[in-house]
């Protein structure tokens, strides 16, 4: 036998076993599906896992029944779907991703609305979300899994061949995972919310509320371009496409002090990213928006926040009740008045000269929730 016999017999028995091998892993991964990505497990009790939103909500939008789904970064992470189901009288479920881009939520909305169930979309409007602009994604942690949301999804070889689904698969068939889509990736029974917790975030100096702004003064973030292309392309495209579904949309009630100083980044991205979208939401009648940043009882109140963005279930629950009773609902013609209202809120707040107590009693150094409220914050 001549050596290029062998090397050509060599080849094609490497090639064969390589084949086999890779089709044994796919098929065991089609079997399990521990993201659920083909089919909703009926050999298997279904598992969950924190932490994985762009790998398994897309699996949650496919094979899941529904008829409302909640979008949004993780201040929507705290809305129990029963809760909606029992005031709002839907069947919700809920696709938030911790820390995601607009595109990102999209992405995810528009598997839900592929499935044809999709009647009402209750969804978070930020402007941090937007100013990764139009096709922007987190890649910090992880690369962004396209894969997931290609259709035919018979397709997906990656999804069937990745060491993550392997590694699920696994954990899956020990029986470990969560087990309870009702309280997934929710946190407010692991953080704790306090005025303390909040200053310690922020992070502030009593000098930031002598600083006083305008409505006109104030600059316009680096970001603006992208962030009006990303509420053309994730925002108004999805909307102006599904005319049969209602859209709640509502900018969250971050506490005061997320304003403060007033020429943050946060202050100065809301003023033309409300207006954007007031303004190019304005024609469409399935949609209403909801203000909860003028909500003063809720956002001045520090106790409700473990940071100066996240808020607990209770005021998740206050914005679906305010929901259903159309409060704190505004219209384009209100906008200027309202960002007007949010500056005169930020100039008047002091809390040196009204609570100063509370920046004495500041703990010295940071409790497990504080540092897991960090993590929050910072996966957002």
């Not at 954990?171 to 997934?184: A, I, N, S």
């Not at 992208?226 to 102006?240: G, K, P, T, Y």
């Not at 579904?245 to 943050?264: E, H, Q, R, T």
């Not at 013609?333 to 209202?341: I, K, R, S």
Request: with cysteine; proline share 7%.
């Amino acid at each position: 036998m001549s050596d290029a016999t062998r090397y050509r017999r060599f080849l094609v028995t490497f090639l064969g076993v390589l084949v086999l091998l890779l089709a044994t892993v796919a098929a065991f991964n089609f079997a399990v599906d521990p993201f659920q990505f083909f089919r909703k497990p009926v050999l298997y009790r279904p598992a969950y896992f924190p932490g994985f939103q762009r790998y398994q909500n897309v699996g949650l939008a496919r094979n899941y029944h529904y008829d409302t789904v909640i979008i949004g970064s993780s201040v929507t992470e705290n809305f129990y779907p029963s809760y909606l189901n029992r005031v709002l009288h839907v069947n919700a479920l809920k696709l938030s991703i911790s820390g995601s881009t607009a595109h990102e939520q999209a992405l995810i909305l528009d598997q839900a609305i592929a499935s044809g169930q999709v009647k009402n979309v209750l969804w978070a409007i930020e402007p941090s979300a937007f100013s990764f602009g139009p096709k922007g994604v987190r890649d910090d942690q992880a690369p962004f899994p396209y894969y997931m949301y290609r259709w035919p999804r018979a397709l997906n070889v990656e999804y069937l061949l990745a060491v993550e689904t392997i590694r699920s698969a696994l954990v899956v068939l020990k029986g470990h995972g969560e087990h309870d889509l009702e309280t997934l990736e929710t946190w407010d029974r692991r953080l704790a919310f306090s005025a303390l917790h909040v200053l310690r975030a922020w992070n502030g100096r009593c000098e930031h509320f002598t600083r006083k702004f305008t409505l006109a003064a104030l600059p316009g973030p680096p970001s603006l371009r992208a962030m009006e292309q990303s509420v053309e392309d994730n925002l108004v495209r999805v909307i102006r496409g599904n005319p049969r579904i209602n859209f709640w949309l509502f900018f969250p009630p971050y506490s005061i002090l997320a304003y403060i100083p007033g020429d943050s980044a946060q202050l100065i991205a809301q003023i033309p990213f409300e207006r954007t979208v007031m303004q190019r939401l304005a024609p469409f009648p399935t949609v209403r928006v909801f203000d909860f940043q003028l909500a003063a009882e809720v956002t001045h109140d520090l106790a409700n926040y473990t940071d100066p963005v996240h808020y607990d279930r209770p005021i998740n629950e206050w914005i679906v009740d305010s929901i259903a009773s159309e409060r704190f609902r505004v219209t384009a013609d209100q906008v200027e008045h309202n960002l007007a209202q949010l500056i005169r809120e930020v100039n008047a707040y002091d809390l040196c000269r009204d609570n100063p107590h509370l920046l004495d009693s500041q703990p010295s150094a940071a409790s497990p929730a504080e540092t897991q409220s960090g993590l929050i914050s910072s996966r957002r």
